[in-house]
């Protein structure tokens, strides 16, 4: 396992930041609408944005729309649904969509599947459909089965595991995907990719991230292409808190400060 201190000394103005949310930025709950992130983590990720001209985004199955909830009052780049939709640091969007027939039949028939499941439960995303199983561990193969035939029907359609969830979601759309995009544009442009997260979805940013010569890092257990190793949200926390510290520190020894930090300061 590797230990906090042993991740490398940052350099300032030299790294883009990118986040997973639940089991990295917020511990999971049994119910995804009880995760939240601290408020300290909520100032030290401003701190990191205002010291890195505001490379730093979120990457999350999530929709932007709860990720701006979830990390009020900053508002970041961020890629939500696991990519299929994105906004950069300018505001501006890119989306991918599912026709709203096919939407509306999807939906349909993953309710039906699902209403035989006990405790399984079906989040609609629009663009995506999230099939979660927590509270009905039992249901897991049922639950696979169920999203394997509906995407074997449907090529344009991707799975997608998770923890105790199955998603589904349109071909091509990935974290790894996401971060190359943000890595084509300012302020992420030019900068060493750092990405933290914790779970299968992870896995295709991790693999960007290398790709780029950038620092991957997993959070807890399990098999994966990271290169370095968090042993949990809280060391997560530790981390972020000696990042932003050091980040600083190095900073005042800067005399003049970039005028794209403080310009990126006044948008929180």
Same mark, same amino acid.
């Given at each position: 396992?590797?230990?906090?201190?042993?991740? #490398?000394?940052?350099?300032?103005?030299?790294?883009?930041?990118? $986040?997973?949310?639940?089991?990295?930025?917020?511990?999971?709950?049994?119910?995804?609408?009880?995760? $939240?992130?601290?408020?300290?983590? *909520?100032?030290? +990720?401003?701190?990191?944005?205002?010291?890195?001209?505001?490379?730093?985004?979120?990457?999350?199955?999530?929709?932007?729309?709860?990720?701006?909830?979830?990390?009020?009052? +900053?508002?970041? =780049?961020?890629?939500?649904?696991?990519?299929?939709?994105?906004?950069?640091?300018?505001?501006?969007?890119? /989306?991918?969509?599912?026709?709203?027939?096919?939407?509306?039949?999807? /939906?349909? *028939?993953?309710?039906?599947?699902?209403?035989?499941?006990?405790?399984?439960? +079906?989040?609609?995303?629009?663009?995506? $459909?999230?099939?979660?199983?927590?509270?009905?561990?039992?249901?897991?193969?049922?639950?696979?089965?169920?999203?394997?035939?509906?995407?074997?029907?449907?090529?344009?359609?991707?799975?997608?595991?998770?923890? /105790?969830?199955?998603?589904?979601? #349109?071909?091509?759309?990935?974290?790894?995907?996401?971060?190359?995009?943000?890595?084509?544009?300012? =302020?992420?442009?030019?900068?060493?990719?750092? $990405?933290?997260?914790?779970?299968?979805?992870?896995?295709?940013?991790?693999?960007?991230?290398?790709?780029?010569?950038?620092?991957?890092?997993?959070?807890?257990?399990?098999?994966?292409?990271?290169?370095?190793?968090?042993?949990?949200?809280?060391?997560?926390?530790?981390?972020?808190?000696?990042?932003?510290?050091?980040?600083?520190?190095?900073?005042?020894?800067? #005399?003049?400060? *970039?005028?794209?930090?403080?310009?990126?300061?006044?948008?929180?």
């Amino acid at each position: 396992m590797t230990e906090v201190s042993s991740v #490398p000394p940052l350099a300032p103005g030299s790294y883009a930041f990118f $986040f997973d949310l639940d089991g990295t930025l917020a511990d999971i709950k049994p119910q995804p609408e009880q995760v $939240f992130i601290p408020q300290t983590v *909520r100032e030290h +990720l401003q701190q990191l944005a205002e010291e890195t001209d505001g490379a730093v985004a979120l990457i999350s199955g999530r929709s932007m729309s709860e990720l701006d909830r979830l990390s009020a009052p +900053l508002h970041l =780049p961020l890629a939500g649904v696991h990519g299929a939709e994105r906004r950069d640091i300018n505001g501006k969007k890119h /989306c991918v969509t599912l026709a709203p027939a096919l939407e509306k039949t999807l /939906c349909e *028939r993953l309710q039906a599947g699902l209403a035989a499941l006990d405790g399984t439960r +079906l989040e609609p995303k629009g663009m995506a $459909f999230a099939l979660h199983y927590r509270q009905a561990l039992q249901h897991e193969q049922a639950v696979l089965a169920l999203g394997r035939r509906l995407v074997a029907e449907y090529p344009e359609l991707a799975l997608q595991p998770g923890k /105790c969830v199955l998603e589904i979601k #349109p071909q091509g759309i990935s974290k790894g995907a996401a971060i190359a995009a943000f890595m084509q544009e300012a =302020p992420f442009s030019g900068r060493m990719p750092v $990405f933290l997260g914790d779970d299968l979805t992870d896995e295709a940013g991790f693999e960007v991230v290398n790709r780029l010569g950038g620092i991957s890092i997993k959070v807890g257990k399990g098999e994966t292409q990271a290169q370095r190793r968090l042993e949990d949200v809280q060391a997560v926390y530790r981390w972020l808190e000696q990042t932003t510290h050091q980040l600083e520190q190095k900073q005042e020894s800067i #005399p003049v400060r *970039r005028a794209g930090n403080d310009s990126f300061s006044r948008r929180f």
